[in-house]
């Protein structure tokens, strides 16, 4: 059911006379006039068509460990939650892609480990279509291989139908990895990797 509040109504905008002669700055403003208002229109048929719940959650029942010292390892899945308008590429399980345009919520949570030695460190960062995301980097620190560290990111990317993105770690040390837990008892299963990818606005 939808809810009247969510779909914003829409209001014909208040057009401006037009001069008796041709002037510039008056096609300026009119033109930004329609521009924003056809925007508008376009986002609540988008709601309509899209449904107002578009996103994908993944995860990993497998441990990832970092596949080369100071080389890049691509987080991958093999499992889903759900998938409204995002899906997992079917050969490159490393790829969430989007099937619309907007900006979109890729929340990360990966749980940190190292089989031995003491500190290492690992990276983490976002990229789209195999480029890296400015500003998306994290490092996080293992101890001792007794010790789990969940580390958890939030970014905010804009995308564009079709785009693709990715969750990459690296370390020096290649005893670090992505670790999951198989289910004990009453404690469930615990991914080595979950990733949600969620639209919050059009552009």
């Given at each position: 059911?939808?809810?009247?509040?969510?779909?914003?109504?829409?209001?014909?905008?208040?057009?401006?006379?037009?001069?008796?002669?041709?002037?510039?700055?008056?096609?300026?403003?009119?033109?930004?006039?329609?521009?924003?208002?056809?925007?508008?229109?376009?986002?609540?048929?988008?709601?309509?068509?899209?449904?107002?719940?578009?996103?994908?959650?993944?995860?990993?029942?497998?441990?990832?460990?970092?596949?080369?010292?100071?080389?890049?390892?691509?987080?991958?899945?093999?499992?889903?939650?759900?998938?409204?308008?995002?899906?997992?590429?079917?050969?490159?399980?490393?790829?969430?892609?989007?099937?619309?345009?907007?900006?979109?919520?890729?929340?990360v949570?990966?749980?940190?480990?190292?089989?031995?030695?003491?500190?290492?460190?690992?990276?983490?960062?976002?990229?789209?279509?195999?480029v890296?995301?400015n500003n998306?980097?994290?490092?996080?620190?293992?101890?001792?291989?007794?010790?789990?560290?969940?580390?958890?990111?939030?970014?905010?990317?804009?995308?564009?139908?079709?785009?693709?993105?990715?969750?990459?770690?690296?370390?020096?040390?290649?005893?670090?990895?992505?670790?999951?837990?198989?289910?004990?008892?009453n404690?469930?299963?615990?991914?080595?990797?979950?990733?949600?990818?969620?639209?919050?606005?059009?552009?």
């Open positions: 059911m939808i809810e009247a509040q969510i779909v914003r109504p829409t209001k014909a905008p208040n057009l401006p006379i037009a001069p008796a002669a041709y002037e510039t700055s008056f096609m300026d403003d009119l033109m930004r006039t329609l521009r924003l208002y056809y925007n508008t229109i376009d986002s609540v048929i988008q709601q309509l068509v899209y449904g107002f719940k578009v996103d994908g959650a993944y995860y990993s029942t497998v441990t990832q460990p970092v596949a080369a010292a100071n080389g890049i390892t691509l987080a991958t899945y093999n499992g889903m939650t759900n998938e409204v308008g995002v899906r997992l590429d079917a050969v490159n399980t490393s790829r969430i892609i989007v099937e619309r345009t907007g900006v979109f919520e890729v929340q949570s990966a749980q940190v480990a190292k089989t031995s030695g003491t500190n290492s460190t690992l990276f983490m960062w976002l990229r789209v279509n195999g890296n995301v998306t980097g994290s490092e996080i620190v293992a101890t001792d291989a007794n010790v789990r560290t969940v580390a958890t990111r939030v970014y905010r990317v804009v995308l564009t139908a079709e785009d693709y993105v990715e969750v990459v770690f690296s370390s020096t040390n290649t005893t670090m990895r992505f670790l999951a837990v198989a289910p004990a008892g404690v469930p299963q615990i991914p080595s990797i979950t990733t949600t990818v969620t639209f919050v606005a059009p552009i």
